[in-house]
């Protein structure tokens, strides 16, 4: 099924834009009778020569070593990783060939950041706001029910990028037992205090995850060694889904259900 989703997202202009661009330089400078037009006759007219060869095997490079730091595990998140770095290597092969053609390519590549940004979710929501109170009031009113908890800030660039996927990982995953929240620390910094994250303008700690089983912390993102230094973690879907085990922790949470309303009625019987 996410395999289809992946083949569907494709058709959108954000991905054949960039898919273009891409491999723009690669097409037009191997592929004739293009290059016979584009590019001076020489030895290399219609292949790459050495110095773009080495380029664009460093990019293959670039790109895999990338996704796998960033967990990427999924053909689009392949897909995002790679384009900046193909598009900046093909950029950068234009200008080698021609500064005209360079230039245009330039033009072009910033008006696809303009006209066609990367698409975000703006489906539904299944998240509950917390406030200074209520969020341990609500860990304590039924410890069966498992919590994943975002701790973000409104002006912290990084908290406002990962706020749509956090709502449809809500969307996706929530459960009578496996609920989502959101605690705004630039409100309550109380909780900022109380959960140890740095709500400073210079924090690496924004936005931080917190995944609550039996009303205590179980795990979080980004996490602290025990040096108590701040591991590095990059907020996308894919890694939020592996380094929190969201598929495990939903599986075990739909296998054990809340069985209270069931229990009321059969004493009511």
């Given at each position: 099924?996410?395999?289809?989703?992946d083949?569907?997202e494709?058709?959108r202009?954000?991905?054949?834009v960039n898919?273009?661009?891409?491999i723009s330089?690669l097409?037009?400078?191997?592929?004739?009778?293009l290059?016979?037009?584009?590019?001076p006759?020489?030895e290399?007219?219609c292949?790459?020569?050495m110095?773009?060869s080495?380029?664009m095997?460093?990019?293959?490079?670039?790109?895999?070593m990338?996704?796998?730091k960033?967990?990427?595990v999924?053909m689009?998140?392949y897909?995002?990783?790679g384009?900046m770095y193909?598009?900046v290597?093909?950029?950068?092969?234009?200008?080698?060939?021609d500064?005209?053609?360079?230039?245009v390519f330039?033009?072009l590549?910033?008006l696809?950041?303009?006209?066609?940004?990367e698409?975000?979710?703006?489906?539904?929501?299944k998240?509950?706001?917390f406030?200074?109170?209520s969020?341990?009031?609500?860990l304590?009113r039924?410890?069966?029910?498992?919590?994943i908890?975002t701790?973000?800030?409104?002006?912290?660039?990084?908290?406002v990028?990962?706020?749509?996927t956090f709502?449809?990982?809500?969307?996706?995953?929530?459960l009578?037992?496996?609920?989502?929240?959101k605690?705004?620390?630039g409100?309550?910094?109380?909780l900022?205090k109380?959960?140890?994250?740095?709500?400073?303008?210079?924090?690496?700690?924004?936005p931080?995850i917190?995944?609550?089983k039996n009303?205590?912390?179980?795990?979080?993102?980004p996490?602290?060694?025990?040096?108590?230094?701040?591991?590095?973690f990059i907020f996308?879907?894919d890694n939020v889904?592996?380094?929190l085990?969201?598929n495990?922790i939903y599986?075990d949470?739909k296998?054990?259900?809340i069985?209270?309303?069931?229990?009321?009625?059969v004493?009511?019987?």
């Amino acid at each position: 099924m996410a395999f289809l989703h992946d083949i569907k997202e494709l058709v959108r202009p954000y991905y054949l834009v960039n898919c273009i661009l891409s491999i723009s330089f690669l097409v037009l400078k191997t592929v004739s009778p293009l290059c016979m037009y584009l590019f001076p006759v020489g030895e290399s007219q219609c292949e790459l020569d050495m110095k773009q060869s080495e380029i664009m095997f460093f990019l293959l490079f670039v790109i895999v070593m990338r996704a796998r730091k960033t967990g990427s595990v999924t053909m689009l998140a392949y897909l995002s990783t790679g384009f900046m770095y193909c598009k900046v290597a093909s950029l950068i092969l234009w200008f080698n060939a021609d500064p005209r053609y360079g230039l245009v390519f330039l033009v072009l590549f910033v008006l696809q950041a303009i006209l066609f940004p990367e698409p975000s979710y703006t489906g539904p929501e299944k998240v509950v706001y917390f406030n200074a109170t209520s969020l341990e009031e609500e860990l304590n009113r039924n410890k069966k029910v498992v919590w994943i908890v975002t701790f973000y800030t409104v002006w912290s660039p990084s908290c406002v990028n990962f706020a749509s996927t956090f709502s449809k990982l809500s969307a996706e995953y929530t459960l009578d037992n496996l609920k989502f929240g959101k605690v705004d620390v630039g409100r309550f910094p109380e909780l900022a205090k109380k959960y140890y994250i740095n709500d400073t303008s210079f924090s690496r700690q924004l936005p931080t995850i917190i995944v609550f089983k039996n009303g205590e912390e179980y795990d979080r993102r980004p996490a602290i060694d025990s040096k108590g230094q701040l591991q590095k973690f990059i907020f996308n879907e894919d890694n939020v889904k592996v380094q929190l085990d969201f598929n495990n922790i939903y599986n075990d949470c739909k296998k054990n259900p809340i069985k209270e309303k069931k229990e009321k009625r059969v004493k009511s019987e």
